[in-house]
């Protein structure tokens, strides 16, 4: 029986059924930079605690498993889903395992930070796997579940590496975009094969903000990179359009009328400026941008090649392998795209959006709120299969939600890969700590 029918059988029903039933336990930008700014002599932060990542990271994971349920029966079925689903599974597994709780501090950071490149795997075979379904919704919510999970592996790592990167501090808004446009200038310009634009930065004086500086600089890339890449066509364009006339008069008539129009609108200009609740930046540029650009889409490079094949090539229905340079490759890649640059602006509270027209050019605005109480952005109820309510899911529905799951992504030529639910529920006299040990001798 494969790997994964292995898993599905051996974990506790009840157990599983819980955490799909369970809520999460939402951070903040305070509670991040309460874990960040531990000194070591003081007690470890609760969000950062072995035991509370065992408790949570389960809970999120199912979450995702959740999502994944709403599909249809044939979508589960397909190669790529069932081993999304069956990664989960497996690390659920692994994050239940009764010794992982007293493991040395400098083990678990490293299973956390495998967890985290599995993690950006998986969302990226999600979306090779969703993004025909046209479910913009269903998309939104994987990625809004998805990056909590990575902020909160990232801030358990963070806190014991000591990585400045990694840390909720106080940043100037105008450093973190300088480096940003000189980092999409220098992409745009090595895979285009031309200089990229200029971009002229306008700040107001004196402005800070509390926030995680790789994410900003992150935001604002993904941002840049799309304004400059709709730019260098717009320009590509113009020029195809003036070698492809014979005429002298025109040449010298579109000259004349470019000068005449020289104006700050011609060019790229990111303004910031800030107020007492808000830092606001607005990313103005003569092109309009790309409306494939601002859809949900698959990881790729300026040129629009998809990027991460690495990934799918490792992506096999009987076994879960991990390959250390595919991880790192994937964790990069993940939140490429303007969309996932959307979702980490709204999971704090702020905002990302565009204004794009044909003959206007187009403005992208992006707000980020100063409040760090701020509770992440969560899916109310990450599953579109159950009534739009506020009441809390019950363990029996969950139980019938999981076993219906289980069942869909089950190996077709084996076995039935789960068992169903029996009152006197027999299956759950397996220990865990020997399902575990069953499960990860085989993987």
């Given at each position: 029986?494969?790997?994964?029918?292995?898993?599905?059988?051996?974990?506790?029903?009840?157990?599983?059924?819980?955490l799909?039933?369970?809520?999460?336990?939402?951070?903040?930008?305070?509670?991040?930079?309460?874990?960040?700014?531990?000194?070591?002599?003081?007690?470890?932060?609760?969000?950062t605690t072995?035991?509370?990542l065992?408790?949570?990271?389960?809970?999120?994971y199912?979450?995702?498993?959740?999502?994944?349920?709403?599909?249809?029966?044939?979508?589960?079925?397909?190669?790529?889903?069932?081993?999304?689903?069956?990664?989960?599974?497996?690390?659920?597994?692994?994050?239940l395992?009764?010794?992982?709780?007293?493991?040395?501090?400098?083990?678990?950071?490293?299973?956390?930070?495998?967890?985290?490149?599995?993690?950006?795997?998986?969302l990226?075979?999600?979306?090779?796997?969703?993004?025909?379904?046209?479910?913009?919704?269903?998309?939104?919510?994987?990625?809004?579940?998805g990056?909590?999970?990575?902020?909160?592996?990232?801030?358990?790592?963070?806190?014991?590496?000591?990585?400045?990167?990694?840390?909720?501090?106080t940043v100037?808004?105008?450093?973190?975009?300088?480096?940003?446009?000189?980092?999409?200038?220098q992409?745009?310009?090595?895979?285009?094969?031309?200089?990229?634009?200029?971009i002229?930065i306008?700040?107001?004086?004196?402005?800070?903000?509390?926030?995680?500086?790789?994410?900003?600089?992150?935001?604002?890339?993904?941002?840049?990179?799309?304004?400059l890449?709709?730019?260098?066509?717009?320009?590509?364009?113009?020029q195809?359009?003036?070698?492809?006339?014979?005429?002298?008069?025109?040449?010298?008539?579109?000259?004349?009328f470019?000068?005449?129009?020289?104006?700050?609108?011609?060019?790229?200009?990111?303004?910031?400026?800030?107020?007492?609740?808000?830092?606001?930046?607005?990313?103005q540029?003569?092109?309009?941008?790309?409306?494939?650009?601002?859809?949900h889409?698959i990881?790729?490079?300026?040129?629009?090649?998809?990027?991460?094949?690495?990934?799918?090539?490792?992506?096999?229905s009987?076994?879960?392998?991990d390959?250390?340079?595919?991880?790192?490759?994937?964790?990069?890649?993940v939140?490429?795209?303007?969309?996932a640059?959307?979702?980490?602006?709204?999971?704090?509270?702020?905002?990302?959006d565009?204004?794009?027209?044909?003959?206007?050019?187009s403005?992208?605005?992006l707000?980020?709120?100063?409040d760090?109480?701020?509770?992440?952005r969560?899916?109310s109820?990450?599953?579109?299969?159950?009534?739009?309510?506020?009441?809390?899911?019950?363990?029996?529905?969950a139980?019938?939600?999981?076993n219906?799951f289980?069942?869909?992504?089950?190996?077709?030529?084996?076995q039935?890969?789960?068992?169903?639910?029996?009152?006197?529920?027999?299956?759950?006299?397996?220990?865990?700590?020997a399902?575990?040990?069953?499960?990860?001798?085989?993987?």
């Amino acid at each position: 029986m494969p790997l994964q029918s292995q898993i599905i059988n051996v974990l506790p029903r009840r157990l599983l059924a819980s955490l799909w039933a369970s809520q999460e336990t939402r951070l903040s930008v305070h509670k991040i930079l309460a874990a960040c700014a531990l000194h070591p002599q003081q007690q470890q932060p609760s969000v950062t605690t072995q035991s509370f990542l065992c408790d949570e990271l389960p809970i999120r994971y199912s979450h995702m498993l959740r999502l994944l349920s709403t599909l249809s029966p044939d979508q589960l079925q397909t190669p790529m889903i069932r081993h999304v689903a069956h990664r989960y599974l497996h690390d659920m597994c692994t994050l239940l395992h009764p010794s992982l709780r007293s493991t040395s501090d400098r083990a678990f950071n490293d299973l956390i930070r495998k967890l985290r490149q599995r993690q950006a795997a998986s969302l990226i075979r999600m979306r090779y796997a969703l993004v025909h379904t046209k479910n913009n919704a269903l998309m939104e919510h994987i990625n809004t579940v998805g990056l909590g999970i990575q902020f909160l592996t990232a801030t358990a790592t963070a806190t014991a590496a000591a990585a400045a990167e990694g840390r909720v501090q106080t940043v100037k808004p105008a450093e973190i975009a300088m480096q940003a446009v000189q980092d999409a200038r220098q992409v745009c310009a090595s895979c285009l094969g031309r200089d990229a634009p200029t971009i002229s930065i306008q700040e107001q004086p004196n402005l800070s903000l509390t926030f995680m500086p790789h994410v900003l600089h992150r935001m604002l890339f993904e941002s840049t990179m799309i304004t400059l890449r709709a730019r260098m066509l717009q320009q590509q364009y113009e020029q195809q359009q003036h070698h492809s006339s014979n005429s002298p008069w025109k040449a010298l008539f579109d000259r004349a009328f470019q000068r005449r129009n020289n104006s700050p609108l011609d060019s790229i200009q990111l303004d910031i400026f800030g107020g007492p609740t808000s830092i606001g930046f607005r990313l103005q540029s003569p092109a309009p941008l790309l409306p494939s650009d601002l859809k949900h889409d698959i990881p790729r490079d300026p040129l629009g090649i998809p990027s991460c094949p690495s990934v799918l090539s490792r992506t096999e229905s009987t076994t879960l392998r991990d390959d250390l340079d595919m991880l790192e490759d994937a964790e990069w890649h993940v939140w490429s795209g303007w969309r996932a640059a959307k979702t980490m602006a709204s999971h704090w509270g702020g905002n990302l959006d565009v204004v794009s027209m044909d003959g206007l050019g187009s403005t992208m605005y992006l707000a980020l709120d100063r409040d760090t109480s701020l509770l992440e952005r969560y899916p109310s109820r990450p599953a579109a299969a159950i009534a739009s309510t506020a009441a809390p899911l019950t363990l029996a529905a969950a139980e019938d939600q999981l076993n219906a799951f289980l069942g869909a992504i089950a190996d077709p030529s084996h076995q039935p890969a789960f068992i169903p639910a029996r009152k006197d529920e027999i299956y759950h006299s397996v220990s865990l700590s020997a399902a575990v040990a069953a499960a990860v001798g085989h993987a």
